[in-house]
């Protein structure tokens, strides 16, 4: 992995790094069977987001997508910049900006509701048949305001 990763914000209304949002997103999709949006959909979403990367010279290889309520629309990392901390910064990011964050993710993607248990996310409510091939979900939530606040703060730290 190289030090030589950067930070950036690409608020709502562009489309910077989009091309390599979706190719990111389209290899884990190939790779995993995750992430199975279609293009215009994935491209109105992040259009109406505001998108958090990390970019490694040319290459995508962390994007987060969130409305400004938090509810995160998108979240991927390359798998070889997994266990980096670069998710966690993303999500951390997200709840910093809009003091809270929520978001979906597919019943089978264990991984994923680790991941975001790992957080402080807890499952409020399960959904049947949610995404387009008939899979159900999870509604996953972050904690109370002052839980938050505290997981903010050691996710930024590093922790």
């Known amino acids: 992995m190289s030090v030589t990763v950067d930070k950036r914000v690409v608020p709502p209304g562009r489309d910077q790094h989009l091309d390599e949002a979706w190719d990111l997103k389209e290899r884990i999709r190939a790779d995993e069977g995750l992430l199975k949006q279609r293009r215009g959909f994935f491209a109105n979403a992040y259009r109406r987001s505001t998108v958090y990367c ?26 070889q910049y997994r266990g980096e901390g670069y998710g966690e910064r993303l999500v951390a990011r997200v709840t910093e900006d809009a003091g809270k964050a929520s978001c979906h993710a597919r019943q089978s993607n264990e991984s994923a509701v680790s991941f975001y ?35 903010i703060s050691e996710l930024l730290r590093g922790r």
Do not use: C, K, T, W
């Open 117 to 151: 248990e790992h957080l402080g996310f807890s499952v409020e409510r399960e959904i049947s048949n949610y995404y387009e091939d008939g899979e159900g979900a999870y509604y996953l939530r972050l904690g109370d305001r002052a839980r938050i606040r505290d997981r």
């Open 54 to 79: 990390f970019v490694d010279g040319d290459d995508v290889v962390g994007f987060a997508a969130a409305r400004s309520d938090g509810y995160i629309l998108f979240l991927a990392v390359a798998p």
